[in-house]
RNA sequence: GCCACCAUCGUCUAGGGGCCUAGGACGCCGCCCUUUCAAGGCGGUGGCGCGGGUUCGAAUCCCGCUGGUGGUACCA
């Protein structure tokens, strides 16, 4: 069957639904879809299935699009590209749902269903709900069993009233009463699925529930929506999908979804669901809770976004060798469905921080520049369109963080005191090193040698500073450390001295050693 | 509760019966380099959940247990 499927062109798709902004889960499941569509030299098609009219966000999906692209996915067809199989939005495939669906209820594979929604919210939930009995933990098991008569369990879901309705009875109420329609589920024997990953899986049919294929029509609208068993598998018929790579949250209802196929007649696609992220805990899946989950979040906080990718490239996939860092290009032509890993994994930052520092200082001076201006206006070190002196001046400092940030955002506190003047410092820290007299006479000799220092830059001031020591009979820790003082006004800061002072001019720098000295003096 | 999936260093993982005295990466620790902090180089710490099988031999196969996660909606 899997050589049938791979004997055609590959088609894989990213179905996201737009209830909130794109997420680091969703984002994974796009690139893995994405990287395999690549490398197996397929289409790769993005369809927004926006069925749930109460959750619905508005900005997903320009979020969604934004996310993806930052990481560099690009898609085929699409609801903004269009494409043979189109539309690609499910709030505007409506019709064909209906058409398939009905088909269904005529082939004796669904019925119809005139049951309230009241009334089947009513029916189900016999069993626990997880929360709501409050702290179960290990008590729950202990206290109530016993010998107690427990209510007859019912198994799960709708109590099926509506199955047993003759079909001409049925077909007459459809004329004026409002229904959903769904599907009929085998009352015994087993489905059988198989996942790329897991291999063979089997369900016991009794199981299952008669769940909906088609909500009930509300007043006012011309067609009904679908659930997502009901839309998701239609589409992926009629758009020619070879393999869905979904989560792992949609393993459990992966006999739906076979079943469905079967009835329509269809081939079902090659399955493969995706383990889920766990929280940095390992607790649960990643959620808000527990920090950052959007994509644009960790944008904003100063990760690259082919860090980011490279980073939830490594979250749950490993390639043949061990190979850490990924371009877009080499995670294509390395991706397989194989190397996907079965287990969960926690959403832990320290790779991702380490990928980020690895991504910043791979990059040259004129691209780290353009990508930290924006967090140094946000810092209002620059201005917005900033004018070729400050693009300059930002290129000059550069190469004094590019070794030493983990975040784009952490540039500018560590640059300030190169933009403003450094906030007052006590004299103690001149004095790390060195006595005050000494102290006192390095700032004196350093600015002699920065006045009459040419040309002024970091590698002459470091000549003329360093014979400068030699002549006072100190070791370059101790006359450097005061200097930095004076000039950054802390004991760390990024960059050489000799460095930091050729940014500043020679003005800039005599006026901060000249101030040092003053506080020295006042000793 | 019921159903399903999963189970190797703290984390992400390699491993598909002998090549494993279990490999890599991040983190952590130490040393080196060094005008601070980093970066870099070198070294180290650290793991096959438990119990049964199968086999000459098991991290690898089977069963049970335990644990974790997911699902159990006219949400996706």
Known sequence: ??????????????????????????????????????????DFILRIEDTDRRRYMEESVADIVTSLHALGIDWDEGPDKGGAYGPYRQSERLPIYHEYLHRLIETGHAYPCFCSGEKTAASQHKGDKKGSDSASGSGSAASGSGSGSAPTPVATGYDRTCRSIPPEEARRRMEKE????????????????????????????????DHVLLKQ???GEKWAWPTYHGAAPIDDHLMKITHIVRGDEWLPSIPRHVLLFKAFGWEPP???HLPVILSPSGKGKMAKREGSTAVR??????????????????LGWSGKNDQDIYSLEEAIAAFTMEGISKSPAAFRTDKLDWLNGVYIRNLSTEELAERLAPYMQEAGLLKDPADAGE?????????????RITLLSDTPELVRFLYEEPPEYEAALLMQKVSAE??????????????????????HLHAVLKEAAERLGVKAGQMFLPLRVAVSGRPVSPGSVTDI????????????LAKALGKLGKL
């Open 391 to 403: 693009r300059d001046y930002l290129k000059q400092i550069v190469p004094l963080i590019q070794e």
């Open 270 to 272: 090659v399955f493969c």
């Open 501 to 512: 002072m050729a940014i500043l001019g020679r003005d800039k720098t005599r006026a901060r």
């Open 438 to 459: 000494e102290a006192s006479r390095i700032l004196q000799t350093a600015l002699e040698v920065v006045a009459a220092a040419e040309p002024f830059t970091g590698e």
């Open 217 to 219: 029509k509300q007043p």
């Open 178 to 209: 409002p229904y959903a329609i769904r599907f009929k589920m085998p009352l015994s024997g087993t489905t059988v699925a198989h996942d790329a990953l897991r291999g063979d899986i089997t369900f016991d049919n009794s199981l299952l529930d």
């Open 297 to 314: 979040e960790f944008l904003k906080a100063g990760y690259l976004p082919e860090a980011l990718r490279n980073f939830i490239l490594l």
């Open 1 to 42: 069957m899997e050589e049938k499927v791979l004997a055609e062109r590959a088609r894989l798709r990213f179905a996201p639904s737009p209830t909130g902004y794109a997420h680091i889960g969703t984002a994974r499941t796009a690139l893995y879809n994405f990287l395999l569509a690549r490398h197996l030299g397929g």
